[in-house]
């Protein structure tokens, strides 16, 4: 098991930039998958990015692709979500999860952090 905190949501204008943070505890954090989803008022959880536990394999949706760059700093035990040319419809809850297997279906993530809202204003 591994504990995961999220930070660095907030609020935004349209256009603008924010970098979140996923600190992991624990010595074995390089041996999982890392990701991001997100959960909008009324929608389901989606998928935003995941890399693999090398940090040589980034998936997007495609919603996010060019726009959002997920890294790992695996001596800090940390996962990163780059985002750049936010959109009001990037407005959500984003949620670190890390995982054995490098997917992009949530239920395949067995820890989760609490989240932190991004709120991207028009």
């Known amino acids: 098991q591994v504990q995961l905190v999220e930070s660095g949501g907030g609020l935004v204008q349209a256009g603008g930039s924010l970098r979140l943070s996923c600190a992991a505890s624990g010595r074995t954090f390089s041996r999982y998958a890392m990701a991001w989803f997100r959960q909008a008022p009324g929608k389901e959880r989606e998928f935003v990015a995941a890399i693999s536990w090398s940090g040589d394999i980034i998936y997007y949706a495609d919603s996010v692709k060019g726009r959002f760059t997920m890294s790992r700093d695996n001596a800090k035990n940390t996962a990163y979500l780059q985002m750049n040319s936010l959109k009001p419809e990037d407005t959500a809850v984003y949620y670190c999860?890390?995982?054995?297997?490098?997917?992009?279906?949530?239920?395949?993530?067995?820890?989760w952090g609490q989240g932190t809202q991004v709120t991207v204003s028009s």
């Open positions: 999860a890390a995982g054995g297997v490098l997917v992009r279906v949530s239920r395949q993530y067995d820890n």
